[in-house]
């Protein structure tokens, strides 16, 4: 039995309908941080994305057109079984805007 409480994951189809609603928008960029080395054949699940190793970590980079993209992209960090660390967005001044995952 499913809780009334608990919230769906996004449809490929709502995702779509969000993503016609923010036309004209620019993209964010963001900075994800994960554990671990990242090989090229799992960026291949990331297309749109860079990575760069930080140590014994991965940063990978790129924008993504809205919060449904982003959604996906935790998504399919999860599905491989890769650690989010940390969640960043720079600012266009140089600063930056930072979620430490614990």
Known sequence: MRCAFTRTTPTLIACQ????RSAG??????????????GSTMMRAFPTLAASQRGQD???TGSLLDQC????????????????LELGCPKSAGGRTVSEIT
């Not at 309908?17 to 016609?20: F, H, I, S, V």
């Not at 928008?25 to 990242?38: C, L």
């Not at 993209?69 to 989010?84: D, F, H, M, R």
């Open 58 to 60: 991965t940063l990978v």
């Open 69 to 84: 993209a982003l959604y996906g992209v935790i998504g399919q960090l999860e599905a491989l079984g890769l650690q989010l």
């Open 25 to 38: 928008r620019e993209p964010r960029r963001y900075e994800i941080r994960v554990s671990g080395p990242i």
């Open 17 to 20: 309908q969000r993503t016609e």
